[in-house]
T-cell receptor, first 116, second 112 residues
């Protein structure tokens, strides 16, 4: 069945460095993907909409220069956290709508980012 | 006012009982409604989706939608300890485009 895969599952990076998270749709194409962030004991907050072949659309309050999103193909979106700081430590989750049979929204497994 | 509101709980029910989870939303043009279950440290998994007023049943789960009252609920019958998790209500404004607004989630504890 349709699956969305994220990589890496967890990553530790030093403060000031950048880290890239990949989101892949397996077995289906996704012209749009979504990136969410979840802090401990809080809900998922939509960060941005990733659009294949065009610029991402960011939600209010999300810094586009800090969270770079690239949707270079119909199956891959990447989120790069630039100049990471400890307050960026969070659970990052992507999703992709599947418009085939069932017409549902699939979530990736999530990526834990810890900035030290 | 938050766009999607849930009681954070925890909601505690004994094994075998019915758990009732509630959610209200503020945007009247919302069209699609979802219930997700999330275990600690894991990604959310879809339990139910509902698009029209009324009830929708799937196994032990029943989703109820009342657009006039801007209210959606999830009933879990014969609750099991494995149902203990955080339940997230999510709303999509424009059909099933994938852009979801989540509530803060309700933590459910099913005690053996």
């Amino acid at each position: 069945g349709a699956v969305v895969s994220q990589h890496p599952s967890w990553v530790i990076c030093k403060s000031g460095t950048s880290v890239k998270i990949e989101c892949r749709s397996l077995d289906f194409q996704a012209t749009t993907m979504f990136w969410y962030r979840q802090f401990p004991k809080q809900s998922l907050m939509l960060m941005a909409t990733s659009n294949e072949g065009s610029k991402a659309t960011y939600e209010q309050g999300v810094e586009k220069d800090k969270f770079l999103i690239n949707h270079a193909s119909l199956t891959l979106s990447t989120l790069t956290v630039t100049s990471a700081h400890p307050e960026d430590s969070s659970f990052y989750i992507c999703s992709a709508p599947y418009t085939g049979a069932g017409n549902t929204i699939y979530f990736g497994e999530g990526s834990w980012l810890t900035v030290v | 006012q938050k766009e999607v509101e849930q009681n954070s709980g925890p909601l505690s029910v004994p094994e075998g009982a019915i758990a009732s989870l509630n959610c209200t939303y503020s945007d009247r043009v919302s069209q699609s409604f979802f219930w997700y279950r999330q275990y600690s440290g894991k990604s959310p998994e879809l339990i139910m989706s509902i698009y029209s007023n009324g009830d929708k049943e799937d196994g032990r789960f029943t989703a109820q939608l009342n657009k006039a009252s801007q209210y959606v609920s999830l009933l879990i019958r014969d609750s099991q300890p494995s149902d203990s998790a955080t339940y997230l209500c999510a709303v999509s404004r424009t059909g099933n485009t994938g852009k979801l607004i989540f509530g803060q989630g309700t933590t459910l504890q099913v005690k053996p």
